[in-house]
Nanobody, 114 residues
Framework: QVQVVESGGGLVQAGGSLRLSCVAS????????IGWYRQAPGKQRELVAT???????NYADSVKGRFTISRDNAKNTVYLQMNSLKPEDTAVYYC????????WGQGTQVTVSS
């Protein structure tokens, strides 16, 4: 079993930045394509950014140009740099492999005020 811990969320004003971190307990996690997901109240969980095992990246249209995903396999860690945050980015953010397995962490809350 892999434990995942997300951190770095918080309350920020629109236009601000946050850097999220996701640390996994085992290297099994980072030997995969990985995604950052988010779930806003009353909405389904959505995939916002992905990074392939060898570095290719993709982003949802809603975050393209504002968010950057990166990884440090030696530290079993994945990051999400979020700039120019908007109120619609408010959600709980999670990381998981792609396709997702039953390795969901508790997530980290991001709240963007207008």
């Amino acid at each position: 079993q892999v434990q995942v811990v997300e951190s770095g969320g918080g309350l920020v004003q629109a236009g601000g930045s946050l850097r999220l971190s996701c640390v996994a307990s085992r290297s099994t996690f980072t030997l995969n394509d990985i995604g950052w997901y988010r779930q806003a109240p009353g909405k389904q969980r959505e995939l916002v950014a992905t990074i392939r095992l060898f570095g290719g990246r993709n982003y949802a249209d809603s975050v393209k140009g504002r968010f950057t995903i990166s990884r440090d396999n030696a530290k079993n860690t994945v990051y999400l740099q979020m700039n120019s945050l908007k109120p619609e980015d408010t959600a709980v953010y999670y990381c998981n492999v792609m396709p997702p397995r039953d390795w969901w962490g508790q997530g980290t809350q991001v709240t963007v005020s207008s």
